[in-house]
C-alpha cells in the first residue's frame, strides 16, 4: 500500500505569507495526526482526526494554525500569518484504529 | 508529568555495538516506542515493547525497558552505516492509548564511522 504523503516536501515563506501544508494518510487510516519538530527539540502532537472530526487539538500553538479534514481523507494545515518560530517540520501520521502510526517525510518549513 | 529525555548524540564504530537511552517521567506509560528518521526520510517504527515486559529482541535489535528506573535502551548490535540516522523514543500514556497520541524525545543522532 501507498505510505503517508506530505506536500510540499520543503517551503520557504517570508514573515506575514500564509503556508497550507496537506496530508495524504494511507487508504483507510480513519486516525490522522500532525506533528512538528522544532530544530533540534523533541517531536511536538499539535493535533488528531478521527475522520473529519478533530479528536484533540491541544497541541495547536495558537490560533494562527487550522486544519481541516473535509470528508475524512487528505488533511490540510494553513498557518497564517507565518512568524519565525513556527519553522520547523511538520510530520503527518495516520493509524487505523488500535493501530500503529505510520509517518510522512514530513514537510520542511523556514520562515524567513 | 509528559516528559521524554534522550541523549543528543552518539558516534560509535562499524561493527560495535550502539546503545541508544531514554528516561521517561510517567510511570502509567503503556507502550513505548523507537522511531528511526533517516536524512529527509519521514520516521519508520523500529520497534516497540508494552509496560508489563522487561526486553524484546527483533534481529540486531534489543529493547530493554526498567520501570523502576523508567529507563528504555536501544541496543543495535553489529552497527553498519546504514544504521546512522536520528532515533526517537516515543510513548503513549493511558489517556492516550485509544488515540494513539506519541510524546517523543529529543532525539539522538547516532553517527557510524567506517
Known amino acids: 500500500e501507498a505510505g503517508v504523503t506530505q506536500f510540499p516536501s520543503h517551503s520557504v515563506i517570508e514573515k506575514g505569507q500564509t503556508v497550507t501544508l496537506r496530508c495524504d494518510p494511507i487508504s483507510g487510516h480513519d486516525n490522522l495526526y500532525w506533528y512538528r519538530r522544532v530544530m533540534g527539540k523533541e517531536i511536538k502532537f499539535l493535533l488528531h482526526?478521527?475522520?473529519?472530526?478533530?479528536?484533540?487539538e491541544s497541541g495547536m500553538p495558537n490560533n494562527r494554525f487550522l486544519a481541516e479534514r473535509t470528508g475524512g481523507t487528505y488533511s490540510t494545515l494553513k498557518v497564517q500569518p507565518a512568524e519565525l518560530e513556527d519553522s520547523g517540520v511538520y510530520f503527518c501520521a495516520s493509524s487505523r484504529p488500535g493501530g500503529g502510526s505510520y509517518f510522512g517525510p514530513g514537510t520542511r518549513l523556514l520562515v524567513l | 508529568g509528559e516528559d521524554v529525555e534522550q541523549s543528543l548524540f552518539l558516534s560509535v564504530r562499524e561493527g560495535d555495538s550502539s546503545v541508544i537511552n531514554c528516561t521517561y517521567t510517567?510511570?502509567?506509560?503503556?507502550?513505548l516506542y523507537w522511531y528511526k528518521q533517516e536524512p529527509g526520510a519521514g520516521l519508520q517504527l523500529l520497534t516497540y515493547i508494552f509496560s508489563n515486559m522487561d526486553m524484546k529482541q527483533d534481529q540486531r535489535l534489543t529493547v530493554l525497558l526498567n520501570k523502576k528506573d523508567k529507563h528504555l535502551s536501544l541496543r543495535i548490535a553489529d552497527t553498519q552505516t546504514g544504521d546512522s540516522a536520528i532515533y526517537f523514543c516515543a510513548e503513549t500514556l493511558p489517556s492516550s492509548s485509544n488515540t494513539g497520541k506519541l510524546i517523543f524525545g529529543q532525539g539522538t543522532t547516532l553517527q557510524v564511522k567506517p
Open positions: 482526526f478521527v475522520k473529519e472530526s478533530k479528536q484533540d
Open positions: 510517567d510511570s502509567s506509560s503503556t507502550y
